[in-house]
């Protein structure tokens, strides 16, 4: 019996021991700092792309002289960043960081998008025949959009054996919804280098 009890004594303890090595550490950091764990698209890269595209498209002197011969701010629309990457991407997150600059700025004003309008129809259509007419707002009284911004990311990655680079390219453009002109064109290159260390036995 004693055996049995000094047996069991000792799987409990190597379970407790099993459990408490288990454990998990979080530690919040500064979110502009860079930290790179697996060498994927993360957080720190978006904020170049953000910043990088912010300055170009503030500083274009094309841009400026548009906006000079319209004798008004122009209202543009988000239109499709498409994702062509081998990695999953939240394009939205430099994105919105770019929609904010750019508002904030006063050179711009921003319409919703497609899928942003869908809702907004929806609760106007709504309010026609729930809210008072004093209150409820017209249907078919949008802003339409002077320019629209689209762009793309691409990824070449070249491998061997442990070792690979993987280079991002982010394009960005905005295009005149009338003319079908293009009014501005940038881009953020970002290459990665990455080293796993083999294991020797």
Known sequence: MRKLFAILALGCSLCMVACSS???TVTRIDTNSTTDLSGKWNDTDSRLVADEMITGCLGSAKIEKIIGEMGRTPTVVIGKVRNK???HISVETFIKDMERALLNS?????VANSAERAELREEVRDQQGNATEESAKELHQETGADWMLTGTINTIVDQE????VIFYQVDLELTDLQSHKKLWMGDKKIKK?????SVKL
């Open 22 to 24: 288990g454990g998990k």
């Open 193 to 197: 280098f990455i080293s796993k260390d």
């Open 106 to 110: 006063g050179a711009v004003d921003f």
């Open 161 to 164: 054996g442990g070792q690979s």
């Open 85 to 87: 990457s081998h990695e």
